[in-house]
């Protein structure tokens, strides 16, 4: 799973960056829990919790069912 969840975040990747921000991926355990790291713009952005929720997350979980949540570490 962990190399799908590498390929869908390059789908969100391009968006992240408009704006300045990017994000990596950090860790995906068996339970379904991906871990990412925001970085640049996004890194103290007051509304990055909503980027990874209603973007990374629901984009993350759409694509891949095993996805459980999104966290950001």
Avoid at 40 to 67: D, F, H, R
């Amino acid at each position: 799973m962990k190399e799908e969840v590498r390929a869908a975040l390059e789908d969100v990747r391009p968006h992240l960056q408009v704006d300045g921000g990017d994000v990596e991926l950090v860790d995906v355990t068996d339970d379904g829990v991906v871990k990412v790291k925001l970085t640049g713009a996004c890194a103290g952005c007051p509304m990055s919790q909503m980027t990874l929720k209603w973007g990374v997350e629901n984009y993350l979980k759409k694509k891949i069912p095993e996805v459980k949540t999104v966290e950001s570490v």
